[in-house]
């Protein structure tokens, strides 16, 4: 049903995702026991949080952007910079089976570092992951930052490459 090699899971549904229980727990899979005429869903929360997840993995840009920045707040995960042109980037790209994932496959990439990591993974195709995992580095707004860790950043490329060959 979901298929990790697409952006967007066409037809899937929140039943799919979710489905109703009949060992009367909730169905958001927080262990809850549904209390009186509740069928699904313990508490509006858990109905809003097992929603917010199935947006996410069905591929909806809105709503994966909108979770992105409450977790990211903007900076880039790779060069710490805080910018108002950014990307929610696929950590383990679509191609090599990132689709359909959760929250945790997403981060906060700033244009420039969008673009080498995709220029490397053009140009690479048969090595190991290479920038498939950022370096989390905490938010900052101090340049100096990003001279840093792009160097930290090409020194990881290149150590990769090495290993790879
Ligand atoms: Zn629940
Ligand atoms: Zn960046």
New binding site residues.
Partial sequence: MLDNFKRYQQGIKVENLFPTRKDKLCACGCGQVLLGRKTKWFSDNCRKIALNTYYIIKGDSDVIRENVYLRDKGF?R??G?KSLDWQADHVVPVFKGGGACGLENFQT??I??HKDKSFYLDRLPDSRDILTSSLNILPSSNNTFRAINQRVCKNIIRETVCVSE
């Fill in positions: 880039c790779n060069c910079v990439l700033c420039d570092c």
